[in-house]
């Protein structure tokens, strides 16, 4: 069952916040997208936590419609968000009240956020830049060249995966 991106944005932005990571509005868009990658190779590319897809732009991928929500939010894709860009009351029971009829796996997610929320912006997007999902649907694009590309949910779901089951192997 797939959920608004809306609410796993505000999910992501609001545990992001309450564990003492730092959240922009362009951090916000890797931490979305390695949430879709990774829950699909744990339980399959059909059961993606949503369904929009990532384009191809410039600084990594990017959820048209969590960037029109968030950009103007913080001074500049980069600036740190509060608690405020994601609710209105307490974080905490915004959480609560989003987690309440959702069946996706938070641990899984909590994971996902902890390992890459960590990590800075420019680090996020080296990673991105890096990783064939990203770099496919670039191709033949200059550096600053503005892209609408879809990314590809095959092509995240083969990729992640086979790099889980090269570390599965390797340990």
Same mark, same amino acid.
């Given at each position: &069952? ?6 796993? *944005?505000?999910? #992501? ?14 951090k916000?868009?890797?931490l ?69 009829? &959702? ?5 899984? +997610?909590?994971? #996902?956020?902890?390992l ?15 990783? +064939? ?7 033949? +694009? ?13 092509? &995240? ?13 390797? *340990?």
């Open positions: &069952m797939s959920y608004p991106i809306q609410d796993i *944005a505000r999910y #992501i932005g609001l545990t992001s916040i309450i564990k003492g990571l730092s959240i922009s509005p362009l916000l868009q890797k979305l997208y390695y949430v879709q990658a990774w829950y699909m190779v744990f339980y399959g590319k059909e059961n993606t936590p949503f369904i929009d897809k990532p384009q191809a732009w410039v600084n990594g991928p990017v959820y048209p419609e969590i960037y029109r929500i968030y950009k103007n939010k913080a001074v500049n894709m980069c600036d740190h968000l509060e608690s405020s860009a994601f609710c209105e009351g307490s974080p905490e029971d915004t959480l609560a009240a989003l987690t309440k009829d &959702m069946t996706l796996d938070f641990e899984l +997610l909590e994971s #996902i956020i902890l890459y929320g960590s990590k800075t912006q420019n680090d996020l997007i080296f990673m991105t830049h890096s990783e +064939l999902p990203w770099a496919e649907k670039r191709e033949g +694009l200059r550096p600053f060249d503005r892209s609408d590309r879809e990314l590809s949910l095959d092509t &995240m779901y083969e990729y992640y995966k086979q790099r889980h089951d090269r570390n599965r192997t390797k *340990a």
